[in-house]
């Protein structure tokens, strides 16, 4: 999931300017799986070098392997049906899908939303995109909303069930569907989730993200890498992202080092005192993995006020326009895994549907990840919608073709 645009936190936002403390942890990588915590005035680091039984790892093999993965995943996706076809109820003409973002004018959530927007149309169906501003409280608010005003349908959008459970459990009883986006990696909505109410949970795979650019780390670096990750506690999907990468990263790379450190979305503007302190604790850093590269613009300025730029090399997931214009022009950004958001919103728009017509929910859309590179970056078109970058997948016809309309 992305969440900030062109670096810059949007004027009025209540982000602190400043984090505190930085706390070192030392632990081994086999222990780093819990997830991190972190509050208004701290964040929590895990520094450790990944250890593997494997003797080449790290070494000519190992870096062979991680490109050649990196060229594998960057092979553009197909669509793949995620689930059986079905009758689509009737009389949904003009009917509204109320959508509770988070962070609606960050780029993903736009992408997203006009996913949503452009799969709903084809059934009539409007669209009412509201915005929670990394707030459960105020994410709650508009659910209750939704609920008064009888909506058919409420999709939430990167806040945690667990977040939003009250006003989940308020939708169920007023029989209306609740469809997550992102709580959890590709699977049905967990036990607790689906018994306040959630239908069904729309995810792309960010541990297989994380692996993806564990494979770009060791491609990039030769397999010397000091790497800085941050993850984003109160997104749960980052936390599988994070495990995904320091897993794969004991496999391939027993030489590389990997520091662990969180960034809850409201302590954003403090993400720059956050890398500029890392970078001065080890001047040795020399890869930067924010979960979500929306953090990436953030950070900049601290990199450069670090006099890091030249040895730093960054990579993350979601592949958005300020960044993979970075790293076409080759600068800073050496590799990023993107998802198409515009894709999975009509995998969204595919499960209100199902739910609407009283059909079971699927466990996975099959919403792909992409992996792109400086070379790979030359031949797109930046400024055309960023669903071209992932080739011609086919999907918006996909999904009409699982939908009889008649």
């Known amino acids: ?79 793949q049906a995620p689930g059986p076809a079905f009758k689509v109820a009737s009389g949904l003409n003009g009917k509204t899908i109320w959508y509770v973002a988070n962070g609606l004018n960050f780029p993903f959530s736009k992408n997203l939303v006009s996913g949503v927007q452009a799969g709903a149309k084809t059934v ?13 409280a105020k994410a709650a608010s508009l659910i209750q909303q939704g609920i008064a005003q009888k909506v058919p349908v409420i999709v939430i959008q990167s806040f945690p069930s667990s977040s939003v459970s009250e006003p989940i459990k308020a939708a169920k009883a007023a029989g209306i569907p609740v469809i997550q986006i992102d709580d959890g990696e590709p699977g049905l909505p967990n036990p607790a989730a689906k018994a306040d109410g959630v239908f069904a949970n729309v995810a792309s795979c960010y541990a297989c993200g994380g692996r993806s650019l564990a494979d770009l780390v060791v491609a990039n670096t030769g397999g010397k890498a000091d790497v800085v990750f941050i993850d984003v506690p109160d997104i749960a999907t980052t936390l599988s992202e994070r495990d995904g990468f320091k897993s794969h990263l004991v496999q391939i790379c027993s030489t590389c080092k990997v520091t662990v450190l969180s960034s809850a979305v409201a302590q954003w503007g403090g993400l720059g005192n956050l890398i500029g302190s890392a970078l001065k604790a080890d001047p040795n850093v020399n890869y930067i993995v924010p979960a979500l590269d929306a953090m990436i613009p953030i950070m900049k300025p601290a990199i450069a006020a670090a006099n890091a730029q030249s040895r730093v090399q960054m990579s993350s997931y979601n592949a958005t326009v300020p960044n993979m214009t970075d790293m076409k022009k080759g600068q800073l950004v050496t590799g990023l895994v993107g998802n198409p958001e515009a ?47 992932y080739g011609n997948p086919g999907f918006e016809q996909g999904y009409q073709k699982l939908w009889n309309k008649s």
């Open 1 to 79: 999931m992305n969440l900030f645009s062109g670096g810059l936190v949007r004027r009025g936002s209540r982000l602190p300017a400043t984090l505190g403390g930085l706390v070192i942890i030392a632990m081994t990588v086999a222990a780093c799986g819990s997830s991190s915590s972190s509050s208004s005035s701290s964040a929590a680091a895990s520094s450790s070098t990944a250890q593997s039984s494997t003797s080449s790892a790290g070494g000519s093999a190992s870096v062979a392997q991680a490109k050649a993965a990196v060229a594998a995943g960057a092979a553009a996706p197909t669509f």
């Open 124 to 136: 009539g169906m409007n669209v009412n995109a509201l915005d929670g501003n990394g707030q459960p």
């Open 343 to 389: 894709w999975m919103g009509w995998g969204v728009v595919d499960e209100a549907l199902r739910a609407l017509s009283h059909q079971p929910p699927v466990a996975n859309e099959n919403i792909p990840n992409r992996t792109f590179t400086h070379d790979s970056v030359q031949s797109l078109d930046l400024a055309a919608p960023a669903i071209t970058w």
